[in-house]
């Protein structure tokens, strides 16, 4: 496995554990593949509260309640927010799946 396979699987297992689903991995590798070179770099692998908008999306009330929710959902403690994991779970509230199809 490469680098980029060792980090889906993390993201898997963050999904399961500490988010609760059941990741779609065709998804999720789309995603991370999405997120480009930043997945590799530590600063940029991690997002915290806000994050632009990859996903097409309108800045308004929505966009930052879907934001909240997913954050709450990974846990809002949790120190490591991965960006991947981030734009799978605002992919799957918005159903924004064909974006990466």
């Known amino acids: ?10 993201y898997a297992e963050d999904l399961r554990t500490k988010c609760g689903m059941t990741p779609d991995m065709d998804l999720l590798t789309k995603v991370t593949i999405g ?3 930043a997945i590799y770099n530590a600063d940029a692998s991690t997002v915290a509260g806000s994050l632009i908008k990859k996903l097409g999306l309108a800045d308004g009330p929505q966009l ?5 929710s997913v954050i709450e959902t990974y846990g809002k403690s949790e120190r490591n927010k991965y960006r991947a ?5 605002l992919t ?6 064909a974006v990466y199809g």
């Open 64 to 68: 930052m309640d879907a934001i909240n």
């Open 1 to 10: 496995m490469g680098k980029r396979d060792d980090l889906i699987a993390m």
């Open 92 to 97: 799957k509230h918005f159903g924004k799946e």
């Open 35 to 37: 997120c480009g070179p």
């Open 85 to 89: 994991v981030v734009y799978y779970m």
